[in-house]
């Protein structure tokens, strides 16, 4: 039987980052997954990225112009150098063009590839004057006439102007993305660019996460008397997503021990390379607290860290082979699992998970192993900014008090400030959905004034 735990918030934290560490220590890599480009943001590159081609792949042009053969003007350093040319055929984007003869200008749209022979563009805007057309213009290209009618007059250009010369950007063979990146927006782009289709990347770490309770309904239904909706499986769910991590949310248990056993391990078999299972509820000092009554025999450890909200907490890992009431619990587990169990109020979950949970698995999603790095990555000092001077805030003696708060940045020197929403009491959902940080109040606080400096935590920050 595992014994009731008293933690302090950084102890617990230790312990779980322990957890994490020692569950991803044991697990080999699985295969890397082909994703089409219009999916891999956000997704963990499993190997480097060779450009096949380069960019860009031709000779184009990066203005609205004329090409011309920079041999065919008076040789001559005056900055009115000039020559008047016939036209050769219009070069659109997306046409390969004829070679240009010496003593022509080809009109050419930005982006089109240069003709062979031509060594510079003349953007239209500098035309020096025209025959057929006005000078700043292109003329009529609906029919051959301007072939034979119009003339343009240019000035002599540096050679290379205005060419953007393939490879220019990248060169085929260059490696564009290394392994273990996290794909943005901006790197799928470039994929694209090169024309490459499909990326391997990682596989997607999948968390379980297990809401319990009689009480608690699916958003939707009709609410019974005395019962509330499930929200924190779809905030916990909507935090995963958001870093990365799969959510398999685990339809909402009764308050029976059986029923969460046999739903954990349904889970467990139809997800058996699952990271962790997040679960609420059921672990306080209530009569019907199922996930302390199931979890504890498989060597769960349950009690209480010294904060508000959020006091009852329970973590553990658990193996392939944990046992309970003569059977395995996790028969179909090919990994140890991290298990992290909240209390079931909605704040002190989100609370927890935020403090406890996010900055490990935003971490393991990028493909960091320095976890405890990524836990003292995610605080920040703020100044603390209260309606009167006179005013201050407290913390319990024995407790460190988590409040919602709002950070801002001061225009005058870029220190952040932060406002406290709300009070400190656990049941204010609203105060936290307007809320961008929690705001540490150190146990045994008398009194915080304005101006003092807190440590925040930046929500939806990992």
């Not at 008047?84 to 004829?98: E, Q």
Request: aromatic share 4%; glycine share 8%.
């Amino acid at each position: 039987m595992a014994q009731n735990f008293r933690r302090s918030v950084a102890q617990h934290r230790e312990e779980i980052v322990r957890i994490f560490a020692s569950v991803l220590e044991g697990r080999s890599g699985r295969p890397a997954e082909l994703v089409s480009v219009y999916d891999a943001a956000a997704r963990l590159t499993a190997e480097a990225t060779v450009a096949r081609n380069s960019l860009p792949a031709f000779d184009n042009s990066q203005m609205d112009g004329y090409a011309v053969r920079v041999d065919d003007f008076p040789e001559s350093r005056a900055e009115s150098a000039s020559a008047t040319f016939h036209l050769a055929p219009v070069i659109p984007a997306g046409t390969h063009p004829v070679a240009l003869a010496p003593g022509f200008a080809a009109p050419i749209m930005t982006g089109a590839m240069v003709p062979e022979g031509a060594t510079a563009i003349i953007p239209i805007e500098a035309v020096i004057s025209a025959v057929g057309t006005e000078p700043h213009s292109f003329p009529d290209f609906s029919n051959d006439d301007y072939l034979e009618t119009v003339t343009v007059t240019l000035p002599r250009p540096p050679r290379g102007q205005f060419i953007r010369s393939a490879g220019s950007d990248v060169a085929a063979g260059t490696v564009v993305i290394e392994a273990g990146t996290v794909l943005t927006p901006r790197h799928v782009g470039l994929l694209a660019a090169l024309g490459i289709a499909e990326i391997a990347v990682q596989p997607r770490t999948e968390v379980l996460v297990l809401a319990t309770g009689d009480e608690v309904q699916a958003p939707g239904e009709t609410l019974k008397p005395g019962h509330i909706y499930d929200s924190n499986s779809a905030f916990l769910s909507a935090a995963l997503h958001e870093i990365g991590v799969i959510p398999v949310r685990v339809s909402v248990s009764s308050d029976t021990v059986a029923e969460f056993e046999r739903r954990l391990e349904e889970a467990l078999a139809a997800h058996p390379n699952a990271l962790a299972a997040l679960t609420t509820g059921g672990i306080s000092k209530g009569a019907f607290e199922v996930v302390k009554v199931a979890l504890e025999r498989s060597g769960i450890e349950f009690g209480s860290v010294a904060m508000q909200p959020g006091g009852p907490q329970g973590c553990g890992i658990l193996e392939p082979s944990a046992r309970h009431s003569g059977e395995h619990f996790a028969d179909h587990a090919v990994h140890p699992v991290a298990v992290i169990s909240f209390p079931g109020n909605p704040v002190s979950t989100a609370i927890s998970f935020e403090i406890f949970v996010r900055p490990l698995l935003a971490a393991i999603a990028r493909g960091e192993t320095t976890l405890n790095a990524a836990m003292q990555r995610a605080h920040h000092q703020a100044i603390l900014q209260l309606d009167s001077p006179e005013l201050s805030v407290t913390s319990p003696p024995s407790k460190s008090q988590w409040r919602r708060g709002v950070v801002s940045t001061d225009p005058a020197n870029g220190e952040r400030l932060v406002q406290l929403l709300g009070s400190e009491q656990s049941h204010l959902v609203f105060a936290l959905a307007q809320a961008n940080a929690l705001v540490n109040i150190p146990e045994g606080t008398a009194e915080a004034h304005h101006g003092d400096t807190l440590t925040v935590m930046m929500l939806e920050e990992g």
